[in-house]
Protein backbone atom coordinates (compact mmCIF):
# COMPACT_ATOMS: atom_id res chain seq x y z
CA UNK A 1 0.00 0.00 0.00
CA UNK A 2 1.63 3.12 -0.81
CA UNK A 3 1.79 5.59 1.80
CA UNK A 4 0.88 9.38 1.26
CA UNK A 5 3.36 12.08 2.60
CA UNK A 6 2.86 15.58 3.86
CA UNK A 7 5.00 18.22 3.74
CA UNK A 8 5.45 21.75 3.16
CA UNK A 9 2.43 24.40 4.39
CA UNK A 10 0.47 21.72 5.66
CA UNK A 11 3.09 20.73 8.48
CA UNK A 12 3.57 24.64 9.50
CA UNK A 13 2.22 25.45 12.83
CA UNK A 14 0.15 28.50 13.55
CA UNK A 15 1.52 31.92 13.68
CA UNK A 16 0.06 33.27 16.51
CA UNK A 17 -0.42 37.08 17.46
CA UNK A 18 2.01 37.04 20.38
CA UNK A 19 4.68 35.86 17.63
CA UNK A 20 4.00 38.49 15.28
CA UNK A 21 3.94 41.21 18.29
CA UNK A 22 7.22 40.05 19.56
CA UNK A 23 8.79 40.41 16.00
CA UNK A 24 7.41 44.26 15.63
CA UNK A 25 8.76 44.78 19.37
CA UNK A 26 12.20 43.33 18.13
CA UNK A 27 12.15 45.51 14.91
CA UNK A 28 11.39 49.12 16.60
CA UNK A 29 13.43 48.89 20.07
CA UNK A 30 16.09 47.30 17.68
CA UNK A 31 16.88 44.90 20.31
CA UNK A 32 16.46 40.80 20.99
CA UNK A 33 16.89 41.46 24.39
CA UNK A 34 14.93 45.02 25.07
CA UNK A 35 11.91 43.12 23.00
CA UNK A 36 12.27 39.79 25.02
CA UNK A 37 12.23 42.33 28.43
CA UNK A 38 9.13 44.03 27.22
CA UNK A 39 7.64 40.38 26.44
CA UNK A 40 8.73 38.85 29.21
CA UNK A 41 10.30 36.01 27.67
CA UNK A 42 14.21 35.40 27.37
CA UNK A 43 16.53 36.66 24.71
CA UNK A 44 17.26 33.37 23.31
CA UNK A 45 13.30 32.82 23.22
CA UNK A 46 13.10 36.21 20.69
CA UNK A 47 15.37 34.55 18.85
CA UNK A 48 13.54 31.49 18.28
CA UNK A 49 10.66 33.09 17.53
CA UNK A 50 12.11 35.16 14.76
CA UNK A 51 13.97 31.67 13.41
CA UNK A 52 10.39 30.20 13.34
CA UNK A 53 9.20 33.03 11.59
CA UNK A 54 11.89 33.07 8.99
CA UNK A 55 11.40 28.89 8.39
CA UNK A 56 7.82 29.70 7.71
CA UNK A 57 8.24 32.16 5.12
CA UNK A 58 11.42 31.08 3.38
CA UNK A 59 13.39 34.61 3.82
CA UNK A 60 15.69 36.30 6.52
CA UNK A 61 13.37 39.06 7.95
CA UNK A 62 16.31 40.71 10.52
CA UNK A 63 19.39 41.75 9.77
CA UNK A 64 22.17 40.02 12.60
CA UNK A 65 25.00 41.94 11.47
CA UNK A 66 24.15 44.77 12.13
CA UNK A 67 24.00 46.92 15.15
CA UNK A 68 21.47 48.22 16.20
CA UNK A 69 19.44 45.53 14.35
CA UNK A 70 17.62 46.53 10.74
CA UNK A 71 14.88 44.27 9.14
CA UNK A 72 15.46 43.00 5.94
CA UNK A 73 14.09 43.98 2.71
CA UNK A 74 11.37 41.48 3.32
CA UNK A 75 11.33 41.80 7.00
CA UNK A 76 10.36 45.66 6.28
CA UNK A 77 7.47 44.62 4.66
CA UNK A 78 6.42 41.85 6.93
CA UNK A 79 6.58 44.23 9.78
CA UNK A 80 4.41 47.07 8.07
CA UNK A 81 2.12 44.26 7.38
CA UNK A 82 2.18 42.56 11.18
CA UNK A 83 1.57 46.04 12.77
CA UNK A 84 -1.77 46.82 10.46
CA UNK A 85 -2.72 43.44 11.69
CA UNK A 86 -2.07 43.96 15.83
CA UNK A 87 -3.36 47.30 15.71
CA UNK A 88 -6.81 45.86 13.75
CA UNK A 89 -7.04 42.88 16.33
CA UNK A 90 -6.57 45.41 19.06
CA UNK A 91 -8.85 48.00 17.80
CA UNK A 92 -11.48 44.83 17.45
CA UNK A 93 -10.83 43.64 20.90
CA UNK A 94 -12.12 47.26 22.45
CA UNK A 95 -15.27 47.26 20.30
CA UNK A 96 -16.18 43.96 21.16
CA UNK A 97 -15.37 45.03 25.15
CA UNK A 98 -17.39 48.39 24.44
CA UNK A 99 -19.99 46.99 23.15
CA UNK A 100 -23.50 48.09 25.13
CA UNK A 101 -21.55 51.84 26.07
CA UNK A 102 -19.14 49.58 28.34
CA UNK A 103 -16.17 51.42 28.50
CA UNK A 104 -12.97 48.35 28.47
CA UNK A 105 -9.72 48.13 26.48
CA UNK A 106 -6.27 49.73 26.59
CA UNK A 107 -4.99 53.20 26.48
CA UNK A 108 -0.95 53.21 25.44
CA UNK A 109 -0.09 57.46 26.21
CA UNK A 110 3.57 58.35 25.93
CA UNK A 111 3.65 61.80 27.03
CA UNK A 112 6.75 64.35 27.69
CA UNK A 113 7.96 64.75 31.11
CA UNK A 114 7.14 68.81 31.26
CA UNK A 115 3.60 67.68 30.67
CA UNK A 116 4.10 67.10 34.56
CA UNK A 117 3.06 64.25 36.72
CA UNK A 118 0.31 66.05 38.23
CA UNK A 119 -2.01 66.96 35.71
CA UNK A 120 -1.47 63.20 33.35
CA UNK A 121 -1.62 61.18 37.10
CA UNK A 122 -5.49 63.29 37.70
CA UNK A 123 -6.27 62.41 34.01
CA UNK A 124 -5.47 58.70 34.24
CA UNK A 125 -6.84 58.60 37.64
CA UNK A 126 -10.45 60.75 36.46
CA UNK A 127 -10.70 58.36 33.54
CA UNK A 128 -9.96 55.08 35.54
CA UNK A 129 -12.83 56.63 38.22
CA UNK A 130 -15.50 56.40 34.99
CA UNK A 131 -14.38 53.22 33.49
CA UNK A 132 -12.98 50.48 35.57
CA UNK A 133 -12.51 48.26 33.38
CA UNK A 134 -10.30 50.40 30.82
CA UNK A 135 -6.51 49.64 31.46
CA UNK A 136 -4.44 53.46 31.18
CA UNK A 137 -0.48 53.02 30.56
CA UNK A 138 1.42 56.38 30.89
CA UNK A 139 4.73 56.25 29.92
CA UNK A 140 7.26 59.37 29.88
CA UNK A 141 9.70 59.89 27.11
CA UNK A 142 12.09 62.50 25.90
CA UNK A 143 9.91 64.28 22.67
CA UNK A 144 12.30 61.90 20.03
CA UNK A 145 10.98 59.26 21.71
CA UNK A 146 7.42 60.27 22.01
CA UNK A 147 7.02 60.61 18.61
CA UNK A 148 9.00 57.15 17.72
CA UNK A 149 6.67 55.66 19.90
CA UNK A 150 3.43 56.52 18.47
CA UNK A 151 4.81 55.90 14.69
CA UNK A 152 5.80 52.77 16.00
CA UNK A 153 2.62 51.92 17.30
CA UNK A 154 4.24 51.23 20.72
CA UNK A 155 1.52 54.11 21.92
CA UNK A 156 -2.02 54.92 20.80
CA UNK A 157 -1.09 58.42 21.29
CA UNK A 158 1.75 61.11 21.81
CA UNK A 159 1.43 64.47 24.32
CA UNK A 160 4.27 66.88 22.67
CA UNK A 161 4.65 70.34 22.52
CA UNK A 162 4.85 72.56 19.80
CA UNK A 163 3.18 69.63 17.54
CA UNK A 164 3.03 69.19 14.37
CA UNK A 165 1.34 66.99 11.86
CA UNK A 166 4.08 64.70 9.58
CA UNK A 167 3.82 62.32 7.01
CA UNK A 168 3.68 59.64 9.87
CA UNK A 169 1.49 61.43 12.29
CA UNK A 170 -1.42 63.63 12.72
CA UNK A 171 -1.27 66.73 15.05
CA UNK A 172 -4.21 68.35 17.28
CA UNK A 173 -4.18 71.08 19.48
CA UNK A 174 -4.45 70.71 23.29
CA UNK A 175 -3.78 73.55 25.48
CA UNK A 176 -1.24 76.42 25.87
CA UNK A 177 0.78 77.06 28.36
CA UNK A 178 1.94 80.91 29.08
CA UNK A 179 5.68 81.51 29.13
CA UNK A 180 7.00 83.70 31.80
CA UNK A 181 10.74 84.62 33.23
CA UNK A 182 11.73 82.32 36.37
CA UNK A 183 14.14 83.52 38.91
CA UNK A 184 16.14 83.38 41.89
CA UNK A 185 14.47 85.56 44.64
CA UNK A 186 17.98 86.90 45.18
CA UNK A 187 17.65 88.52 41.49
CA UNK A 188 17.02 92.12 40.95
CA UNK A 189 13.95 90.84 38.57
CA UNK A 190 12.32 89.23 41.82
CA UNK A 191 10.50 92.24 42.76
CA UNK A 192 8.93 92.55 39.45
CA UNK A 193 5.64 92.42 38.41
CA UNK A 194 6.10 92.28 34.61
CA UNK A 195 8.70 92.79 32.26
CA UNK A 196 9.59 92.89 28.36
CA UNK A 197 11.49 90.51 26.38
CA UNK A 198 13.79 93.41 25.53
CA UNK A 199 14.89 93.76 28.66
CA UNK A 200 16.46 90.59 28.31
CA UNK A 201 19.49 91.99 26.08
CA UNK A 202 22.77 91.53 28.00
CA UNK A 203 21.47 89.23 30.62
CA UNK A 204 22.85 86.21 31.84
CA UNK A 205 20.12 82.98 30.97
CA UNK A 206 19.89 79.45 31.14
CA UNK A 207 18.26 78.31 27.90
CA UNK A 208 17.40 74.59 26.57
CA UNK A 209 19.52 72.97 24.22
CA UNK A 210 19.67 74.83 20.79
CA UNK A 211 18.33 71.70 18.75
CA UNK A 212 14.96 72.10 20.83
CA UNK A 213 12.19 73.46 19.28
CA UNK A 214 11.45 75.74 21.98
CA UNK A 215 14.90 76.96 22.23
CA UNK A 216 14.06 77.99 18.83
CA UNK A 217 10.65 79.65 19.51
CA UNK A 218 12.11 81.43 22.33
CA UNK A 219 15.16 82.61 20.47
CA UNK A 220 12.19 84.24 17.50
CA UNK A 221 10.46 85.90 20.19
CA UNK A 222 13.52 87.47 21.87
CA UNK A 223 15.01 88.86 18.60
CA UNK A 224 11.88 90.15 17.53
CA UNK A 225 12.63 92.48 20.63
CA UNK A 226 15.96 93.37 19.24
CA UNK A 227 17.20 91.92 22.17
CA UNK A 228 20.85 89.38 22.44
CA UNK A 229 20.70 87.81 26.37
CA UNK A 230 24.08 85.98 27.24
CA UNK A 231 23.16 82.48 27.27
CA UNK A 232 25.77 81.10 29.68
CA UNK A 233 23.83 77.45 30.01
CA UNK A 234 22.15 75.12 28.17
CA UNK A 235 20.35 72.37 28.97
CA UNK A 236 17.49 69.91 27.40
CA UNK A 237 15.39 69.54 30.42
CA UNK A 238 13.31 72.00 32.44
CA UNK A 239 14.49 70.91 35.93
CA UNK A 240 17.91 71.10 35.65
CA UNK A 241 17.10 74.62 33.85
CA UNK A 242 15.46 75.43 37.40
CA UNK A 243 18.38 74.05 39.33
CA UNK A 244 20.91 76.36 37.74
CA UNK A 245 17.92 79.35 37.87
CA UNK A 246 17.76 78.73 41.69
CA UNK A 247 21.57 79.39 41.98
CA UNK A 248 21.07 82.63 39.98
CA UNK A 249 23.49 81.41 37.62
CA UNK A 250 21.02 82.95 35.34
CA UNK A 251 17.25 84.07 33.96
CA UNK A 252 14.89 81.53 32.29
CA UNK A 253 11.96 81.57 30.06
CA UNK A 254 9.88 78.55 31.47
CA UNK A 255 5.68 77.56 30.69
CA UNK A 256 4.22 78.83 34.13
CA UNK A 257 2.88 75.42 35.26
CA UNK A 258 6.27 73.33 35.19
CA UNK A 259 7.52 76.12 37.83
CA UNK A 260 4.69 75.59 40.55
CA UNK A 261 6.45 73.60 42.96
CA UNK A 262 9.32 75.97 43.44
CA UNK A 263 6.39 78.69 43.42
CA UNK A 264 5.22 77.55 46.36
CA UNK A 265 8.26 76.70 48.33
CA UNK A 266 9.91 80.02 47.72
CA UNK A 267 13.36 78.72 45.99
CA UNK A 268 12.06 80.58 42.51
CA UNK A 269 10.28 83.67 41.39
CA UNK A 270 8.34 84.42 38.21
CA UNK A 271 7.74 87.58 36.16
CA UNK A 272 5.03 87.80 33.27
CA UNK A 273 5.62 88.88 30.36
CA UNK A 274 4.16 92.38 28.94
CA UNK A 275 4.90 92.36 25.77
CA UNK A 276 2.76 89.94 23.96
CA UNK A 277 1.12 86.54 25.15
CA UNK A 278 3.89 84.29 24.83
CA UNK A 279 2.36 80.57 25.58
CA UNK A 280 3.82 77.11 25.38
CA UNK A 281 1.61 75.06 22.74
CA UNK A 282 1.14 71.12 23.72
CA UNK A 283 -0.74 69.12 21.52
CA UNK A 284 -2.06 65.49 21.10
CA UNK A 285 -0.51 63.16 18.03
CA UNK A 286 -1.70 60.10 16.62
CA UNK A 287 -0.09 57.65 13.99
CA UNK A 288 -1.54 59.45 10.67
CA UNK A 289 -4.41 56.80 9.11
CA UNK A 290 -4.53 54.36 11.94
CA UNK A 291 -8.13 53.83 13.25
CA UNK A 292 -8.41 54.44 17.48
CA UNK A 293 -9.92 51.83 19.66
CA UNK A 294 -12.92 53.30 20.85
CA UNK A 295 -11.55 53.67 24.39
CA UNK A 296 -8.87 56.09 23.57
CA UNK A 297 -11.29 58.20 21.61
CA UNK A 298 -12.99 58.56 25.50
CA UNK A 299 -9.68 59.33 26.70
CA UNK A 300 -9.00 61.83 24.07
CA UNK A 301 -11.99 63.15 25.05
CA UNK A 302 -11.79 63.43 28.59
CA UNK A 303 -8.46 65.01 27.43
CA UNK A 304 -9.53 67.84 25.28
CA UNK A 305 -11.81 68.63 28.32
CA UNK A 306 -9.29 70.08 30.16
CA UNK A 307 -8.01 71.95 27.78
CA UNK A 308 -8.76 74.99 29.60
CA UNK A 309 -7.14 73.78 32.99
CA UNK A 310 -4.71 76.82 34.28
CA UNK A 311 -3.45 75.46 37.69
CA UNK A 312 0.38 75.30 37.92
CA UNK A 313 1.02 71.67 39.22
CA UNK A 314 4.33 70.46 40.25
CA UNK A 315 6.11 69.00 37.54
CA UNK A 316 8.29 65.94 37.25
CA UNK A 317 11.22 65.31 38.32
CA UNK A 318 12.98 65.13 35.01
CA UNK A 319 10.94 67.82 33.00
CA UNK A 320 12.10 67.29 28.71
CA UNK A 321 10.63 70.61 26.49
Given at each position: MR?????G????????L???K??C??????????????????????S?????????????L???????L?P???G????D??????????????????????V????R???I???????M????Q???????????????????R????V???????????????????E????????I????????????????????????R???????L????????????H??E????????????I????????G????P?????????????????L????????LG????R?????????R??????????D????????????
Amino acid sequence: MRRIGVSGPLLRAPVNLKSLKIFCDIVSRRSFSKAAADNGISQSGASQVVGQLENRLGVQLIERSKRPLVPTREGQVFYDGCRKIIASYDALEDAVRTLHDEVAGRVRVAAIYSVGLHHMSRYVQEFMSRHPKANVRLEYLHPDRVLESVEQGQADIGIVSYPRSTRTVEAEPWREEPIVLACAPTNPFAGRVQMSLGELHGQRMVGFDSDLVIRHELDRAIAAHNAEPNVVMEFDNIETIKRAVEIDAGLALLPEPTVGRELAAGTLCTVRLADDELVRPLGIIRARGKPLAPTVDRFIELLRGHAHDVDAAPATDVAHA
